[in-house]
């Protein structure tokens, strides 16, 4: 039920780029209610992570930020990886949204890392895109172009949403750069790579497009009658997605009018995009239309108004330094915050995860590295695993004999051994408990089992720790089960353990000091 819960809000955070945002708040709830009620934090997490892309969708963008970050705590303290790079993804939206360029092109840099750390699957072509965007309207037009015509070439061809959308910023980074054939050519690309549906933002944000180069070709009747047309469809379809596309029509129909000479049309228009940016917390926006505002009452000689204007100007100025400081310290914080819970969760993991005695993998680590070699999660190129069981011989008499400290200074010389070998050979070794080790490999040649069989009989007994009371050898000896066997032989760990316990039995029951191999078709 949460696997298909988690696919059905995900198809609505990849298709809805604002449709349905209610939906996708309710379901992200649930979700949230029932993971948690099951202890289970990955599911917290990916609901968080849902619950503020619905804020985002609905452009809260302050709730937005709120669950984003608290999923991706959540994530880290559960290892969901790709639940940590979407919400990491999700904060630089919000933040680039907010005009806050610098913390969002930090936060897409962190996707990037850890996209190739974690190998998850996520769009990574979205996230170059969106730091193309970040260039875009910081007016570094160059550096724009460079990561928009890289996410066109790892993209998906059959992504034709995101193309539509990416070659319409590639033909909008050209139109700036004064290049109408350019802009042009991608624009006919956009129109081409796949159906857009009639009315939809994706056409929507092509006609805009096109009303920009009406106006760098210097055909302002037209560029102001496809950029009223685009307005219009904004005015009723509020979304993320046409946040700052809805700010680049006002920015441009404000040069036409101004052309025009309609002064009272461009008085109208920066009232609305200054009441847009103010109910949308576009702090920068907002001070610059006040800065535009303010020059358009001087050159009609208001100047009543220019003082008044200038003057919320100034204020509103002082409002978002005080903005940008707060986030950079919340930004500060949450990066303290998150690394101390990786330190945490590391030395949690540790604890739980390691033997103490020995510094091997525990028997907890050991049934975890089984289950995911059964899931595949391993990269193998063959589907054989080989389990050995070592058992040390007549260990109790040693203690006995020698003492718990020499005991225990035997079993850590005996796992460095075992450390050496499984990484000569690609594998993990664990304590089992007490004398018990246990080595697991995959896909070994039957020549190298053989190897390694005789190999820790030698090195073990190499190591020369007297033993006077053994009854097989002089030194520390050990008897070992091998088991060889196909992954999808055994359900579960315990299944296949007791195999190797059949085979170790068996090499005891030899005499000792031997190995018994055990091939299961």
């Not at 101004?258 to 576009?282: D, H, I, V």
């Not at 914080?333 to 604890?351: G, P, V, W």
Request: glycine letters at 6%.
């Amino acid at each position: 039920m949460k696997e298909k819960r988690i696919k059905e809000i995900q198809e609505l955070i990849h298709s809805s780029r604002g449709s349905d945002p209610k939906k996708l708040q309710t379901l992200s709830r649930e979700l949230f209610r029932n993971s948690r009620k099951a202890g289970d934090e990955e599911g917290v997490a990916y609901a968080l992570y849902a619950q503020g892309m619905a804020f985002l969708n609905q452009m809260e963008i302050k709730q937005a930020l709120d669950k984003l970050e608290e999923a991706r705590k959540h994530a880290v303290l559960s290892e969901a990886r790709e639940t940590e790079v979407r919400s990491i993804s999700g904060i630089g939206l919000c933040l680039m949204f907010q005009q806050n360029y610098e913390e969002a092109l930090e936060q897409f840099l962190d996707y990037m890392r850890l996209y190739y750390e974690y190998d998850v699957e996520t769009k990574f072509y979205a996230v170059l895109n969106n730091v193309g965007e970040i260039f875009r309207h910081l007016g570094k037009y160059d550096s724009a172009l460079q990561y928009y015509l890289e996410a066109q070439e790892v993209c998906n061809p059959e992504d034709h949403e995101f193309l539509w959308v990416l070659k319409t910023n590639i033909a909008n980074t050209h139109i700036k750069l004064g290049d109408a054939d350019q802009a042009r050519r991608f624009l006919e690309e956009a129109q081409t790579s796949g159906d857009i549906p009639g009315g939809s933002h994706h056409a929507m944000m092509i006609q805009q497009t096109y009303g920009h180069l009406a106006h760098l070709e210097g055909d302002l009747e037209k560029a102001q009658a496809l950029l009223n047309e685009a307005l219009t469809i904004y005015r009723k379809q509020p979304c993320f997605a046409f946040l700052m596309e809805q700010n680049a029509v006002y920015e441009e129909l404000y040069q036409i009018y101004l052309a025009r000479e309609r002064w009272a049309k461009g008085e109208e228009l920066l009232l609305e995009a200054l009441s847009y940016t103010k109910e949308n917390e576009l702090w920068p926006l907002h001070i610059q239309y006040l800065g535009l505002l303010a020059k358009h009452f001087e050159e009609s000689h208001e100047v009543t108004k220019a003082y008044d204007t200038l003057r919320k100007f100034f204020s509103s100025q002082t409002k978002f330094e005080g903005i940008r400081q707060a986030r950079k310290l919340r930004n500060i914080e949450l990066r303290i915050e998150l690394d101390q819970l990786k330190k945490e969760k590391t030395e949690l993991h540790s604890i739980s995860h390691m033997d103490r005695l020995t510094g091997l993998y525990n028997r907890r680590a050991m049934q975890n590295h089984f289950d995911r070699f059964l899931r595949g999660e391993f990269s193998t190129e063959g589907e054989e695993m080989v389990g050995v069981l070592l058992d040390v011989d007549y260990f109790k008499e040693y203690n006995d004999r020698y003492g718990h400290l020499e005991g225990d200074q035997c079993l850590r010389e005996i796992a460095e051994v075992l450390t050496d070998l499984a990484e000569e050979l690609d594998g993990n070794a664990y304590r089992y408990g007490g004398d018990e080790f246990l080595m697991m490999f995959e896909s070994l040649p039957m020549k190298t089992c053989t190897w390694l069989a005789d190999e820790l009989l030698k090195r073990i007994e190499g190591l020369q720790i007297l033993h006077g009371v053994s009854y097989v050898s002089e030194w520390i000896s050990c008897s070992v089960g091998m088991l060889i066997n196909k992954r999808n032989t055994f359900d579960s760990f315990d299944q296949a353990f007791q195999k190797l316990d059949e085979a170790l039995y068996t090499a005891k029951r030899k005499g000792r000091n031997c190995v018994e191999i055990r091939v299961i078709e």
